[in-house]
């Protein structure tokens, strides 16, 4: 029975919006290197068995150039800037700061594929701004201790969708385990490469509770989320996948409380109701340019 594609973009959104609470579970029981290191050989592991039924490696000599450029903004620096950033913030200002995705997405559009920004897309692109505003510093518009974590989440969501770009042709011809595999073989051995670079030395946990959270990290919001995202792109297009996964932040605001304890405050709700409204304007109005 085939499986609709609603159905597996609302798994992706599910999936996705773990990843700031995990990330924060994993992070109280080591550092961002170790936790970029685990996540990268957990996720590979998982993908190994996908990527020989795939025969990933027939495509990796066509397409390496763009694969190398995924593995190194998308993976890598990716998950260096956005774990050291979520390490000083709390899981509902990472929810929120989920939603610059599309802002970003928008960006690059503009500057590498020349695409013009209406009244529209900018008034909510500005309203996506004051949301992101609103929740991350829980309406009092002061980063304070939280800043630099914020900042560094923030560009980690620009090199994520920059990797994006760069790779258009491998994502559309491969199948998502070539795509992760690579991806994440890359990033372990350069964050292992980090250590000495940055001064400091691998501890593992001692905590067998950490590995669980690795493991789930590495199966759910790395390897089943991507391949949930682009198999509903292949069934339903980019634009119906992309408004289902549109409140990715509010369910990450959600899962932060259950998962976290995380107190919920009607500035968190009032910024991601905000970014949610704005992320799913901005993608109607660019659904409907690109249509005509």
């Known amino acids: 029975m085939k499986v ?18 995990l990330s924060k579970l994993g992070l109280a029981q080591m550092g961002y290197l170790e936790f970029s290191l685990l996540t990268a050989l957990a996720a590979a592991a998982l993908a190994v068995p996908f990527f020989i039924h795939e ?16 593995a190194l903004f998308t ?13 000083s913030i709390t899981g509902a200002q ?5 939603g610059t995705e599309i802002l970003f997405s928008l960006l690059l559009g503009v500057m590498m594929k020349k695409e013009r920004g209406g009244v529209d897309e900018i008034f909510f ?30 560009f980690s969501m620009f090199l994520l969708q920059l990797g994006y770009y760069l790779a258009p042709d491998a994502i559309h011809e491969c199948g998502f385990a070539t795509l992760v595999l690579p991806g994440v073989l890359a990033q372990a051995l350069a964050t292992l490469a980090l250590f000495p670079l940055v001064g400091a030395s691998l501890a593992l946990p ?9 493991a789930v990290y590495g199966l759910l919001p790395i390897l089943f989320s991507y391949a949930f995202y682009y198999e509903a792109i292949r ?6 996948t992309t408004a289902i996964v549109v409140p990715a932040p509010a369910v ?12 919920i405050t009607a500035y968190n709700l009032l910024g991601v109701a905000l970014i949610v409204l704005s992320v799913w304007k901005i993608t109607e109005v660019r659904g409907k340019t690109i249509s005509h």
């Open 4 to 21: 609709d594609g609603r159905i597996i973009a609302l798994g992706s959104l599910f999936l996705w919006s773990l990843s700031p609470p």
């Open 206 to 214: 001692s905590d067998q509770s950490a590995y669980y959270i690795v």
């Open 235 to 240: 069934r339903i297009g980019v634009y119906k």
């Open 125 to 154: 692109t500005l309203l996506l701004v004051l949301g992101v505003a609103i929740a991350v510093t829980n309406g009092t518009f002061d980063l304070g201790a939280a800043g630099i974590g914020a900042l560094l989440v923030l």
């Open 252 to 263: 990450a605001l959600f899962l932060s409380a259950l998962l976290l304890g995380e107190q």
């Open 55 to 70: 025969k990933g490696w027939t495509k990796i000599a066509k397409h390496w150039k763009q694969l190398a450029l995924l």
């Open 94 to 98: 990472g929810s929120a700061l989920l």
């Open 75 to 87: 993976y890598f620096l990716f998950s260096i800037f956005y774990f050291l950033g979520m390490s």
